[in-house]
Structures are given as structure tokens and as C-alpha cells.
């Protein structure tokens, strides 16, 4: 049961966060709004001058805009994957991390499919995916999935801060204007934690938990199916479906695991985020890291093995062209975890979200390379004279959208991290706050 | 021996043009013919054509004669009872580019943008290499069509597979889609597009719209008046063939065939025939070629050989 | 005399300005005169002579038909001339006139008739002139089975100057069948003492939809007769089978998606939206318990 004191410290703790935005906090969303001008910049770029300003060409016609695409909407499943498990098992440690988790699900699937529409060449089209809809591509298979994705994530956050919107609207304490409490006061649904208001409030949230898991499931495979259904040898694999989720939850968890830092730092949320639960998150990428290589080396294997013509030149142009990207992005952004995590002496907070950086990097590259090489190796050898037709460099535009969805990420998360407490208030006031703290003491004197 | 050379090459392609005339005439006779029989009416009566106007004298690019366009609606069908094939015959291309430069023109298409793409290819290191000219290969299970999420590109009942660029998202999955390359993407919005004055229409694939996807269309609005399509009108060595495939037929221009035949003796094939992709070209293997393939280099361009370069001839021979 | 020299030098300058704005404005028109060629295809078939002249004008960027010029014909023999009348181009170039073979068409002795197209010339476009000479014939195919085999007849018959008709003889004679764009070749034969020749029909062709076939004989080229054709048709052709109903196809690119993707895709997102619509029915559901309840905070949060 909800502790109402323990609820009421927790609160009168993370009320500065909603309360002020300190000048730090200023001068950072000053700065990401600056990067999202210029992001602005670039697109209005594209728009006059087409699409010829980016890149991509016949040859290659998907760029980093895809490449972010797979990212983003990794992250999403990722987040949506992880607070679904955790809240479908109620791991103890999922308390303070769950938000975020969260957070990150719903925020990084409004920015990915951003990307997907800076992809296409006629956005003032983009209706007739809805009007002239053809059930056979999977193209539209994304759209249905990725909406009623978002519905999903939209529906499961709310279930999550429900109660802590209940208890911001009845924290009489709390210095904001009256609109966002009336604001709280309408999102909060009468919500007084009744029994029956409980029992149904922790049945949907299951629900939604166990949709939320399958639909990012289901989601993500079909983001592989676009690749893998074609015939282009880099691409036309079975394992393409399997393979992104678990590459797709892998760098998730690295970038939980950077948010988990991050609000630490910012929020001073070290008695709350300890080293129990970075290296709770460490053993999950671990897992997630031998998924991925077993996956990694499955698929390439059996392309190096048979050697076919057109996957062998693929391969060869991954060791020579793309020789460090591919070391990096498929050895060590698998090794380094691995390493990290699986010496006890090295799982410190900063070494885990060292090695989570990297993983992130890594599975960016990891993206790339199964996008841009292949499209680099068709079936048909590229003959053209000019440079940038056979060979894919991203230009500034792509770069500046690329920072400018990061940028927008950033100040997503930061906004929302102002409406709604990070951590959920709710359910860490279930349990003895000092547990947390003092068990783990001993470990956290270790950093 | 240059010289030789090259008199045999000019006096061939001299046979061909008047071959390519003959021809003309014949389909004239054989059209009227056909209008006439089918008809059954007779034509005593028609001594003088009445010329009610005089109409002011206007000289017409013979190479952008078509049919007038069909709308949008129409051109999904397809032209009735017909099933159009390609065969081209690699024993006879020498990378003369007539087909690309034609096609081009008659598609009010940039330089950048190539429907027939002639490739030099080389299939293994001690094979031979050989010239490839590659149109949309209009297959019978057009991947491309399938992942198309608004059905922008579509399939007729003669087997051609077009594209309406008043539909296309240009989301370019068709263009991952194809494993022959084929489709080409407007990446900004070309003057040539403008020089095309007439309504759009998808059999004409003209004029082109920027960010939207185009390729090669067997041009059925030159089908629709009984010519053929602008690559195979214009091949100086009558390479390209076509044809119904229903009638058994397919032609260059100046030499008519029965598709079976043609394809039983000189062991025609599909291009990649294991990707399942079912396609309508067929081509006859480069054997007792007429032309060596460095002829294929003559007179080309600078930015067009260079394309050859890094291709294991171009590597040997260092072009 | 010098005012007459002074009055020259004027007209000449004057002239020279004249033609200087004359070709500024269209210089075009008057420093390019256009010469065009005329291509003339003479085609006797059966009833009808079909002459067909093709204007245009060969440039450097490539073949140009001129639209809309008149190409006058006429026919000469021995003793007179006729105007058979005139036709105007069409934009491929193509001025046609049918003539029927019943006309009176002007011959000289060996039968022989010279049919001249011309163009008179309009503005920049040069007349330009074309002749063919031809002797009237016709050809008449008729079919035959024997045993199991099928023979395509051909009979040619020719008109002398006084009108009689005689059999050609010794001339080679092609068969064909149209198709979409030419003729396909299916076999020749040379005429006997009496004019006749025999071709074996062997192909499977493909007919209409009914199987009828056109099958057309052709004396081509020939310095006496021209282009020489006759036709009939038989229903020894494959009927044509139209492509969708023949051809099986996976369903993946036609416009309608297979039954199983749909009914997939339906119950997928049925189970999907049913638990939403679950989840959001709890919601609701606890807004009412608090608006049932007493101690609603709603209330409560307008005293604090």
C-alpha cells in the first residue's frame, strides 16, 4: 500500500523540478531550440530545393533518414518493451526507472516516424497512405502499426501517471500557476485511490503492459519486413524480424541507461538511482548484447559461408569501405558490455554508461550499415560516373535533421520531466524508501 | 582496318535505315489494310480526300509522334487482348546509346535520368564482357507493385507496369523493391519536365514531377498507333525487339519474328530468372557477335566511359 | 547624274537597313529554305491502289514531318495525264489517296502507269516530287486442306493495256500474317505457268478471338507491279486467350490483398484496439467512482 508519507517527502523532493527552471535548464533548451532551428533550416532547404540537397540518390535512396528512422523507433520499442516487462513482473527495481522507460517509448515514436516522412518525396501526398492505402505493402502495414503503436504508448503512460497526477493535484505544497493545476486537476480523473479505482487502474495498466510489449513486438518486425521482403541480398533474411527487436531493445537500454545518468546528475537523484540499478540495467544489456551478436554473427555467417556472388561483394565492401564503422558498431559495441558488465570490478555507474554510449554509437552505425551498403550492392553493378550517385555521404541537410531530432528528443524529455515527475512517486512510495537506499549502501561506497 | 571497320558499320547501318523505312511503309499498308478489311466498306466512293482547310504548314518531330494521351483512369487498363514483350538481342549491341538518347528525348527526360541503361557487365572473371541495355523488365510479378503502399505503380492486362506520378508519395520503396534497378527518382524538379507541354498521363510517363518515381513505361502511347517503342525505333543494329507475346511475334523494326522461334534458336533467357520476378524481357545471349565490345567505347562520351572504369574490363584495360 | 548616284547610294543603304530588320525579324524563315524529300509507297490491294506519300525533311536533330503539306497525285501513260486528286499530310508526314482499281487509270503499251506525288512548295517549304510506276494486278488467296495438311493458294493475275487479264508469272510471292506492329513472314512461294504458288501453313499462330486469321500475299517491290497484296482470312488460328484469365499469378500486386492478409490484419488490429478500448473503459470507469463518491478530491482541491 501507498505510503502517504513517505509520498508526501518524495514529493516535496521533486516539486523544484515542476516548480523552476533554473538557468541551466535555460540556456539547454535555449540551445536545443537553436539546433531545432537549424534542423528547421535544413527542411525548408529540402522542400524548395527537392531532395537533392541530401545524399541520397537512385542508387542509394534510403539515408540517415532511415537510418534514424530504425533508431528511433528501436528506442520507442525498447522503452515500451522494457516498462512493459518490468511492470508485467513487478521487478522491484523498476520504481524509479519505469518512468523514464516510459518516456522514452512514447517520445522517441513521435520523432521517429518524423523521419520517415523527410524520407518521402511528396510529404504533400503523405493523406494518400490513408485514402489510397494498399493492405499487401508493408509500408502500410508501418502506418497501421506505428499509429496504433502510439495510441498504445499514449494510453499505457497515462495509466502510469495517473497516480502521480493525483497526487500532484492533491500536494497542496506545490508553487505553479493555477492553470496547470486545473490542468492536473482534469488529467487526474477523480482519481482518490478508492479500492475500485485501484483494482481497475492496475488491470488496465496490465493490459496495456502486455499490449504495449506485443505491439512494439510486432511493430518492429514490420519495420524489418520493409527491408527484408525486397530481394536486395543485404536485406532478403529471415532472421531481419528477430533481429531488429533484439537490436532494437539493446539500444534502447544503453539509452536508458544515459537518461538514468543524465536525471541523476541533473535531478540529484543519487539516493534513488543507485548502483543496483545501473547494474540492473547493465545485466539487461548484457543479455541483450550476446542476443545481439548471436544474431549479428547468425546473419552474416550465413552470408560469408555460401558466399553467394552478391552477398559476398556486400561483405567485402563491409570490410573494406565500411572496414572500422562495422568493427565498431558489431564488435565492439558487443564486446564492450560484455566486458564492463561481466567484470565485477568494472561495473561502475560510469563505466556502464561509457559502455551504454558506445552502444548506442554502435547500433546507430549497426543501422547504417545494413541500409546504406546494401544499397550500395545491388544486384545490377552501379556504373555511373558521377561519385555521388554510387556512393551514399550524408550532406549537412540530413546532418542538421539528424541533430535536430536528437535535439528535439532532448527537449522532449526535458519538458515532460517538468510536467510529470521522472520517477514514479506512486509506486516508490509502496515500498520502504529505505530499502533502497541502505541495502545498497555498501555497493554505492564501492564508486 | 579502323577504316574497314567502319565502312562495314556505316553501310549496315545504312541497310538498316532503309530497312527501318521499308518497314514503315509495310506497317502503313498493313494498318490501312487492316482498317479496311475490318471495315468491309467499300471505298469507290472515296476518290478525293476533301480537304476542307488548308492548315498553315508545320514541320512535326517525327521521334515525338504519339498517340494522344490517355487519362489517368484509362491507363490502368491496358491495351485489350495484347501482352507486350521485349527481346534484345546482346550478340548485336555496341553501346551505340541511340536507345538511351531517344528514349530521353521522347520522355522529355534529363541527362541524369535514364530509363534504358546500357551496362557493360562481365559475369565472371574469365568470361567475356558484353553490353547490356536494361529497360523495366515490366515483370510478371512486379515486386515493386506489390510494396507499393498507395498503388501509385500498377499492372495492366498487357503486362506493363506504370507509374502515376499524380499518385506517388515518393517513398521510394519501390525503387528498394526492384532488384534490377530500374526506377529512377526525380530529386529536384528538372527544366526538361517543363519542356513537355501536353497533359500528364502515366502511359507517356511525361512530364515528370519532382519527387516522384519514374521508369522506363514500354511507351504504350507509341504502341496505341502501331509504333514501336522509342528504344526499339531508334537501335541503329535493330537490337531490341518487340512485340505481343500472345501473337508469337515480336519485331525491330525491320526484321519480324516468331518470338518462340527466335527465342528456341538463339536460347534466350530471363535475366535473373531465380529471383522469381517473372519478367516480360528476354535477352539473347552476346554469341557470334557482330560487333566487338570495344567497339562500344567509340566515340563516347567522357563521363560515359568513365562509368566503366571500376568494372573489371575497365580495370584491365585501363580506360 | 550624281543626284541619280546619291539617290542610289540611299536606295542601297535603305535596302540594306530594310534587310537587315527583315532578317533580325525572321531570320528563320528567310535564311533557312526548307527542302523537303518525299518517300512514295504504292500499295495495289485488291480492289483498292493505296498511294501513300511520305513528306519530311532530314535535319540534324532528326527526321521532321511537314504537317498539313498538300501532295498532289496524278497518274500518267501514254497519251495523257491525270489528276487523281490530293491529300493533305497528316503530322506523321503521311498524305494518303485510295484509289479504286475500277477507275480509269491512263497506261502505256506495256500497261504501265507513272504516278507522280508532288508538292508545290508553300512559303520556305521547296515543292519537291516523287514517282512510282506500277502495272495493275491483283492477288487472290484462297486455303485448301489435304490429308492432314493446310495450304495457303495464291493466285496473280495481271491487266494488260487493252484490259485483258493474264496470269503473272515466275514472281516470288510472300505470306504473311499482320501482326500488332508488321507482318510476320510465314512463307513465300514462286508463281507457275498459270500464275498460282502453294504455301504450306504450318504455324500455330495465334488468331483473334474466334481464331480467324489473316493471312495476306505480297508481290513486293517488283519492277513491273509495285507492292502487289490480296488477303483472306480462315480460322485456322489459335484463339486468343485474353491475359488475366489465363495467366495464374501470385495476388500480391493486384489491387485487393489476398483474403488471409486481410483477415489477418483484421484481427490483429480488432484484439489490439479491443484492449485499448478495455483500458480506456477502466478509465472512465474510475472517473465515475469518484464522481459516486463523497469525498470527491475534485471538490476538496477548490478549498486548498
Known sequence: MENKDTKEKLLREFAPQLEKTSPATLVWILFLLGVIAWGVYAFVAQVTKGHIVTGMRDNVVWGIYIVNFIFFMGMSYAGAIISGTLQLFRTEWRKPIIRMAEYLAIISLLIGPGYILLCIGRLDRLHYLALFGRIQSPITWDVIAISTDIFGCLIFLYLSILRDIASLRDFSELKIPAWRKKIYSMLALGYTGLPEQVKRLRRATDIMATMVIAIAIIVYSVLAWIFSVTLQPGWHSTIFGPYFVIAAVYSGTGVLIIAMWVFRKVYRLDQYITRKHFVAMGVLMVVLAALFGYFTFSDYLTKWYGSEKNDESLIRILFTEYYWPFIFSNYIGVLIPLLVIGIPKLRTITNITLSALIVIVALWFNRYLIVIPTLESPYLPIQDSRPEWANYAGTWVEYALMAAGVALFCLMFTIASKFVPVMNVSEMSETPKTESSELFKTEESLL | ?319 | MRTQNKIRIIFFFLLCFCKLVTSAQNKKDSVTEITPSITFTYLNSNDTIILTANIFDKKEQGVFAIKNAIIVFSASGDKETRNLGQAKADEEGNAILKLPVATAIPKDKDGKTIYTAKFNGKGKFQPAIETFSAKLARITVNFSKEDSLHFILVTATQVDYKGSVKPIQKEKVVVYVPRLFTLLKIGETDLDEAGTGKVEYTGKLVGDSLGNIMVIARIEENDKFGNVQGQSSISWGIPKQYYLAERPTRELWTPIAPIWMIVTLITMLTGVWAHYIYAVIQLIKIKQISKKNPGNPENNNKFT
Open chain 2, 1 to 319: 582496318m579502323e577504316d574497314n571497320n567502319d565502312n562495314k558499320k556505316s553501310s549496315r547501318r545504312q541497310f538498316l535505315k532503309k530497312g527501318l523505312i521499308a518497314g514503315a511503309g509495310v506497317v502503313a499498308g498493313g494498318s490501312l489494310l487492316a482498317a479496311y478489311v475490318d471495315k468491309s466498306k467499300p471505298t469507290s466512293g472515296e476518290k478525293v480526300k476533301v480537304l476542307t482547310t488548308e492548315g498553315e504548314l508545320v514541320e512535326v518531330d517525327k521521334a515525338l509522334i504519339h498517340s494522344p494521351r490517355v487519362s489517368i483512369e484509362e491507363s490502368h487498363k491496358g491495351i485489350p487482348g495484347r501482352k507486350f514483350v521485349m527481346v534484345i538481342d546482346l550478340a548485336k549491341c555496341k553501346n551505340a546509346r541511340k536507345c538511351v538518347e531517344a528514349c530521353q528525348k521522347g520522355h522529355h527526360l534529363p541527362r541524369s535520368q535514364e530509363f534504358m541503361k546500357v551496362y557493360l557487365l562481365q559475369d565472371s572473371e574469365k568470361s567475356a564482357p558484353y553490353w547490356f541495355p536494361k529497360p523495366c523488365f515490366h515483370c510478371d510479378n512486379p515486386l515493386c507493385v506489390s510494396v507499393c503502399p498507395v498503388g501509385a505503380t500498377y499492372k495492366r492486362s498487357d503486362g506493363i507496369v506504370l507509374i502515376d506520378n499524380q499518385r506517388c508519395i515518393g517513398c521510394k520503396f519501390c525503387m528498394t523493391g526492384c532488384p534490377y534497378s530500374t526506377r529512377v527518382f526525380a530529386w529536384k524538379d528538372y527544366p526538361e519536365y517543363a519542356e513537355d507541354k501536353e497533359p500528364y498521363s502515366p502511359e507517356a510517363s511525361s512530364p515528370g514531377k519532382e519527387g516522384t518515381v519514374s521508369k522506363c513505361d514500354f511507351c504504350p502511347d507509341l504502341v496505341r498507333i502501331g509504333k514501336l517503342p522509342y528504344c526499339a525505333q531508334n537501335c541503329p543494329m535493330g537490337v531490341i525487339y518487340f512485340g505481343d507475346i500472345d501473337e508469337d511475334t515480336v519485331t525491330n523494326g525491320s526484321e519480324t519474328l516468331r518470338f518462340s522461334e527466335l527465342i528456341r534458336d538463339r536460347s534466350g533467357y530471363r535475366y535473373l530468372e531465380v529471383l522469381g520476378t517473372r519478367p516480360s524481357v528476354y535477352y539473347l545471349p552476346p554469341v557470334e557477335r557482330q560487333f566487338p565490345v570495344e567497339s562500344g567505347f567509340k566515340d563516347l562520351e567522357e563521363s560515359v566511359k568513365n562509368r566503366f572504369k571500376n568494372t573489371p574490363y575497365g580495370k584491365t584495360h585501363k580506360l
